[in-house]
Every structure is written in C-alpha cells, then in structure tokens.
C-alpha cells in the first residue's frame, strides 16, 4: 500500500472522528492494508465509543504487537481490562505501562501525533483501581502513598480510605494519533510545470503558449531584455560604511550586498548582509555585473537571504543531588528485545607463525617446546578505533597487559581505558582485576583467546561513574553541551541533571542527553506475583 494512499485513508478517519462519525472512521481504518500503531489506536478508539470493548481489545492488541514500547497503549487497555473483570492481565498492562514510562513522570506524545501527557500517577491511579476490584484495599492504599502526586492522587486516596471503588481513568474518546500536517499539505495535486511558455521563436514578439496549430501573431520586431546588472538584486558598496543609528548595518566597502527593499523617503535603502538585514545609503550602492549564462546564472558570491537558522539547543539545567527513583512494588523481568547492536567490521589477523626450525637430530624437542610455548601464550583481540591482535604470555598481568596495547596503539598507557562484556550483558565493564594483586590475563580467557573494548579517556580523570546505560536510538547533538551516540552505545552516567536529562560519557565526550534515549542495563519492574499479593 502507498504511504500517500494510507495518509489520505487516515487523514480522513481523524476528520469523521471530529465529527463523531465513529462508524465512517472505522470504514476508512479498515481500507488500510498495512495499518501502523498508530492507525490500529484510533481503530480501538473508534470502538470504545461504540461500546464495542472487544472489538476494542483486539486492536488495542494488535497495536502493542506494532509498536511494544508505547506506554499509552498499555495504559488504554489496562482500562479497557478492567471493564471486561480481567483484573490479572489489567494489572499487568500497569506494571507494563510504568516500566515503558522508564523512570519519567510524563511522556508527552504530541510529537507522535497525540495530544496527550501520559503522567506517572495516572498509571499508579489505574493500579488502585484494579486493587480496588480485588477488594485488596490495602495494596491500593500503599500504591498510592508510595508517591507524592498532588491533588490527584489525594483524592483517590481519600475514596480508597472510604473503601470506594475507582473509576479507572482513560485517554479521552476526541484525542487520537493525528498525521502530520505537512505530510497532509503535499497530498493536495499542484502543477510543477506550469503553462507553457515561449522561449525562443523565429516569429518576432511571439508571446504564444500553448499546443496549437501556428496562427498569425502580433507585427514588430522582438527586442531582447536587458541581462545582467539591471535583473539582478545584488548591490556592491562603493565605500566603506559605519552604522550610525538603530536599524543600520556596518559593511565593509566592495562588500556584496542583497537589496531587499528600495530606497525610503529619507534615502535609505533595506538590504541583506552577512545574514543581518539592515539599512545602508543608497547613494553608496552600486549594480554588480552578473555573468548570464543559457538557462542558469552563474555568480561568484553566496546568495543574499540566508537559511533560517535551527532550532537552539536545550540549555544545561541546573544541576541536583542524585535521588532514589520510588518504587511501587516489585521487580519484573522485562521480555523487551533489547536494541540491535553494530559492530565494527574488521580483518581477522594471522596469528604469527613460529619460527622454523631445521631438521635436526633435537626436532622434535624443538617442536614440543613451541607447542608449549603457544599454550602458555593467550590471543588478545583488543577493539579500538580499528582492531588489533596480540599474543601475550598467559600470566601477563592488567599493567603489563596495557603497556602493550599502548604501544601497540601509540597512545600512553595512563589515558587509556580496558573493559570486557561478561556473557549475556550488553554492557562494557571495567575489567574486574584491575585493582586485584595476583590475577592475570589467563584468569579471564577462554580457550587461550579473550576480547576488551579499549578507550582513550582522558577527560574522565575528575569524573566518578555512577552507573552504565545502553542508548536506545540515535542521539544527535543539537549543541555544544550535548552528548552525541548511536544506538547500541554504552554511556557511562556521572550525574543526573533532573528527571529529563543526564549527564554521561561515551567515545571520550562529555555532555548531557534525554534519559528516555537510553535504558539501564539492571533496569526491572515489578514482577506480576509479587505485584498482586
């Protein structure tokens, strides 16, 4: 199915739901072939209105199998559970929903196409609720004093405390996934090419466009216009000139200017320079010559309008103490895949051959003795900015070991960093005997062969790491303060700025980025049986 021909199928869903036509929305949903999580979600909005909670249910399903990260889905069908009494598995769309909330009070989805805040105490809220149908009242009440929210929370602590069931709190039945409106502007047909129009004619002032047979034009004679400095809209400024009131531009003389508006009354004229409109004398600008060329112009100097400039960058907040994120319950192994990892693509290299030994009546002693020498050695396959491999005597210790990767490597030994990935983590650590008398390389290989991870770290001398988290997307930096990863990174936390950004370390680079961009490797939920007691 076309993108265009599932915009225009969704778009027009929205606009029967606007109007409360929920049936013609769910007429224009099932037209789409290949519906989104998104689609799927106004489906299951469609259906609630109707009363249809099945029906409901079963795309509220189909929506998390799209999209097994969004949180407001399993908030809507905890809701949803509730109201058919399948309390267990509401319960477990609540745990899910906090763990997919990933430690935020709010996840804000209007950049999704939803006008909707997601709100940490409203899943606590939903909890309650369901505790209150299993008439375990208690729980309910710890839920909701495990956290301070505010009024919202009060109140419901309140009816809890009265023993009154409650009602379970839902997105609103007009706020639905919304596609963008760029996206909706381009379906509109627009015509690129325009009517036709004459360029060239044997037929003097042949102003004629069109795919007709030729008919008479207009007598006369055809006269060119004027190329070059009287259609251009760059100015050059003959002398130099210095601001002399508010609203005036310095430029430098012989500096290429844009004209971006004629001369006032008062002699000024409006024009572009260095990317800063201004005013200058019109009496000190003069034409530049603008060589014309068959169907394009070729100029020497930049064009006078700049680009608008991008957006600016989040500023660094101000920083807070380290707090304890509260928990509401138990642990909860979460069955989310983790995030898919590239590695960096390398040449295996030969080990070194040993030395050939000629035959002689002492061989085979020699042989023996090679064998012996290669099974007290132990290959090292060291990932930096490329890889390389060394052979190293099995009881060379964690110094040792990092003075000959740093020579390998020509960096000093002190700004370089070794970690190991133990099995079934996807975090680097720091190796474990750096610090530990006695231990050698062979203490952590397998088979004679044993991989690290090396980084030139200098910058984390006066730093202390908190904790590791592995990068969930691709981070852009949008200004200098920012930390710049990709998806699969591990990030060393220093410090956490508030409840939206962090500061970390990652590739020898320091700087702050959005938790919801990274998960922590330890990070656990509830589980559901400690959940329900």
């Not at 029967?16 to 036509?21: L, Y």
């Not at 009060?154 to 039945?173: D, H």
């Not at 720091?430 to 030139?456: K, M, N």
């Not at 950004?501 to 959005?514: K, R, V």
Request: charged letters at 20%; aromatic letters at 8%.
């Amino acid at each position: 199915m076309l993108y265009t021909e599932l915009l225009q199928l969704w778009n027009e869903s929205v606009h029967a739901m606007d109007k409360k036509d929920w049936q013609g929305a769910l007429q224009k949903l099932e037209q789409i072939t290949e519906p989104t999580s998104r689609t799927l979600f106004n489906a299951a909005s469609a259906h609630l209105c109707l009363g249809q909670l099945e029906s409901a249910l079963e795309a509220l399903d189909l929506t998390i199998v799209k999209d097994q990260r969004l949180a407001v889905a399993f908030f809507q069908r905890a809701a949803v559970m509730m109201q058919l009494d399948r309390l267990n598995e509401a319960l477990s769309d609540c745990v899910w929903a906090q763990k997919h909330l990933r430690g935020n009070m709010v996840i804000d989805y209007r950049q999704l196409g939803l006008r909707y805040k997601l709100y940490s105490w409203q899943v606590l809220h939903n909890a309650a609720a369901v505790y209150c149908r299993m008439d375990q009242w208690e729980q309910a009440r710890d839920i909701l004093m495990s956290q301070s929210q505010g009024g919202n929370l009060e109140m419901a602590l309140g009816s809890v405390l009265r023993k009154e069931i409650l009602a379970p709190l839902m997105v609103p039945e007009d706020v639905v996934f919304r596609p963008r409106k760029k996206d909706v502007e381009q379906l509109k047909q627009r015509d690129f090419l325009g009517k036709a129009k004459v360029i060239s004619s044997m037929i003097p002032n042949d102003d004629f466009g069109g795919f007709e047979p030729l008919r008479l034009q207009k007598p006369g004679y055809y006269q060119p216009k004027v190329d070059g400095a009287q259609e251009s809209r760059y100015m050059c400024m003959s002398v130099p000139y210095m601001a002399r009131g508010p609203g005036h531009l310095t430029v430098p003389g012989g500096s290429k200017v844009f004209l971006f508006e004629d001369q006032d009354k008062d002699g000024m004229a409006t024009v572009i320079y260095d990317g800063q409109r201004g005013l200058v004398p019109m009496s000190l600008l003069k034409p530049v010559n603008v060589k014309m060329t068959k169907g394009k112009t070729e100029s020497t100097f930049a064009t006078g309008i700049p680009l608008p400039p991008g957006l600016n960058p989040p500023s660094r907040p101000q920083n807070r103490s380290r707090s304890e994120t509260p928990s509401w319950g138990g642990q909860l192994s979460s069955d989310t895949p983790p995030p898919s990892y590239s590695t960096a693509a390398y040449t295996k290299l030969p080990l070194p051959e040993p030395p050939n030994y000629a035959a002689s009546s002492a061989s085979g002693q020699d042989v023996t003795s090679v064998q012996e020498a290669e099974t007290d050695s132990v290959v090292v396959k060291v990932h930096y900015m490329y890889t390389v491999t060394l052979l190293v005597p099995s009881n060379t210790s964690y110094h040792k070991l990092k003075e000959e990767i740093a020579q390998q490597l020509d960096q000093p030994a002190s700004s370089l960093r070794l970690r190991q990935r133990k099995h079934g983590s996807r975090v680097l650590v720091p190796l474990e005997w750096e610090f530990e008398a006695g231990r050698t390389i062979q203490d952590v290989s397998e088979a004679g062969r044993t991989t690290v991870w090396c980084q030139a770290e200098d910058s984390l001398n006066n730093h202390t790491i908190l904790y590791q988290m592995v990068a969930l997307y691709d981070y852009s930096a949008q200004g200098p303060e920012d930390l710049e990863f990709s998806e699969g990174d591990t990030i060393d936390i220093l410090g956490e700025v508030n409840e939206e950004w962090l500061e970390g370390h990652c590739a020898g680079n320091i700087g702050i980025f959005p938790s919801s961009f990274a998960m922590r490797e330890n990070e656990n939920v509830m589980p559901l049986s400690e959940f329900s007691n």
